[in-house]
């Protein structure tokens, strides 16, 4: 299904149609950083079942990543189809999306004062070629108490966010120490590395 479109006229030159295999309103702005025309599409992908399946933290990223790039590369062989997938990883575990403010209560109760890993993984199909690149930050959480964190809660609503916190937003006063090669990563999409994989793939970009 259609979400979104983004392209727009480009003069003197041929360039394969872009598409994001995502729904994300933050990865689709993050793309949009590049300048690029793009189309945003819903992926078709089980990610219940492939997360059933038991893989680590960044075999599951990464998969995931694929599966998403490849359900709408099979259908526009043309076009060069971004995937993407990002998992938090806290003390105990994957922490998926909280939904609610409960549950985002309590996985910032987890992460408090203690580090966690950021796990961000693309992968960009055009064709039979794919290209796949992995960001992992390490990213070191203050020490909240339960006023703090209904502040913040109350303020960013993170209900759609692993890890219950938005680093765009408010959210980066919640930390003291963030480890990682490139920031936009954990935004959703590691731009720097994803600039030169678009570009080698034939995508062109206007800087």
Do not use: N
């Not at 993984?121 to 070629?129: L, Y």
């Amino acid at each position: 299904m259609l979400i979104t479109d983004h392209r727009f006229q480009t003069t003197g030159v041929q360039v394969p149609d872009l598409i994001l295999a995502s729904t994300s309103p933050y990865r689709r702005r993050l793309l949009e950083r590049l300048g690029a025309p793009f189309r945003c599409v819903a992926p078709e992908c089980d990610e219940a079942a492939v997360k059933a399946e038991g893989l680590p933290p960044r075999m599951l990223a990464e998969k995931l990543a694929r599966l998403k790039a490849a359900s709408i590369a099979a259908r526009e062989p043309h076009a060069v189809v971004l995937g993407g997938d990002q998992i938090a990883v806290g003390p105990l575990g994957i922490l998926d999306k909280p939904g609610a403010p409960e549950a985002a209560a309590a996985q910032l109760r987890q992460l408090s004062g203690r580090t966690h890993e950021l796990i961000t993984a693309v992968a960009v199909q055009r064709g039979d070629v794919v290209r796949d690149h992995t960001d992992v930050a390490r990213l070191t959480m203050r020490e909240l108490d339960a006023t703090r964190i209904e502040a913040y809660l109350d303020a960013d609503q993170p209900w759609d966010c692993a890890g219950s916190y938005k680093l765009e937003s408010r959210g980066i006063g919640l930390f003291e120490r963030i480890e990682c090669a490139d920031f936009t990563a954990i935004e959703g999409l590691p731009l720097m590395a994803l600039a030169g994989i678009l570009r080698e793939l034939g995508v062109g970009l206007k800087w």
